[in-house]
């Protein structure tokens, strides 16, 4: 399983570009990158999915390099309601892939 | 599309007491996931469940944590006997895996708290 690792906390203020890197040396050819955010007292949600290069869809951007040891989620101009807890998960779609979360990374945005 | 139901949302117990948890997938989801949060953690997978079979269970304390998942659709979590440090939220989740779009839905959680 490849392991990740994240920053474990970050602070912004509303209105900013927010970039969370994840490590994740020992990705497998097989694994896609997947980023999901938690608020207080709910389950985590999907946000955002990748292989390589670059992937964008209406909540953020995920940008892979080339050799894919890294990832950088990309949250455009956050709001007070982005905080939260992101993680970063690597594993295997097509196959029965244990996904295991690391401790992630806590998002303050303040006014 | 309904999400990932759990219930009961609270519980409160007493260390040694049992207590059992309640999963209903989405609909169609083959694959169902129990992961455990301890406060200022990340979810810990405790057992991964393929249709009504066992795929990962290597991280379930089974000298008292069982889960099962009979028909393949809803599952029940169960401890008995608690212990202090099972306070936790139990999140269920369900997969949608259609080729390489994965996604993982989860259900609010059940908070459980033991005293």
């Known amino acids: 399983l490849a392991k990740t690792t994240q920053p474990i906390s970050m602070d912004s203020y509303e209105g900013q570009e927010v970039n969370i890197t994840c490590s994740h040396n020992?990705?497998?050819?097989?694994?896609?990158i997947t980023w999901y955010q938690q608020f207080p007292s709910q389950g985590p949600r999907f946000i955002i999915q990748?292989?390589?290069t670059k992937v964008t869809n209406e909540v953020a951007s995920l940008f892979i390099p080339a050799d894919r040891k890294s990832s950088t989620l990309s949250l455009p101009r956050v709001s007070l309601s982005d905080t939260a807890v992101y993680y970063c998960?690597?594993?295997?779609?097509?196959?029965?892939?244990?996904?295991?979360f690391g401790k992630g990374t806590m998002l303050l945005v303040s006014p | 599309e309904a999400g990932v139901a759990q219930s009961p949302r609270y519980k409160i117990i007493e260390k040694r007491q049992s207590v059992a948890f309640w999963c209903n997938p989405i609909?169609?989801?083959?694959?169902l996931y129990w992961y455990q949060q301890i406060l200022g953690q990340g979810p810990k997978l405790l057992i991964q469940?393929?249709?009504?079979?066992?795929?990962?269970d290597s991280q379930l304390p089974k000298d008292r944590f069982s889960a099962e998942r009979l028909k393949g659709v809803d599952s029940t979590l169960k401890i008995q006997p608690a212990k202090l440090e099972d306070s936790a939220v139990y999140l269920c989740?369900?997969?949608?895996?259609?080729?390489?779009?994965?996604?993982?839905?989860f259900g609010s959680g059940t908070q459980l708290s033991v005293l």
């Open positions: 998960l690597v594993g295997d779609p097509s196959g029965y892939s244990t996904l295991t």
């Open positions: 990748g292989y390589k």
């Open positions: 609909s169609g989801h083959a694959t």
């Open positions: 020992n990705i497998a050819t097989n694994d896609y």
């Open positions: 469940f393929q249709n009504n079979g066992v795929v990962d």
């Open positions: 989740a369900s997969r949608y895996n259609r080729g390489t779009n994965e996604k993982l839905f």
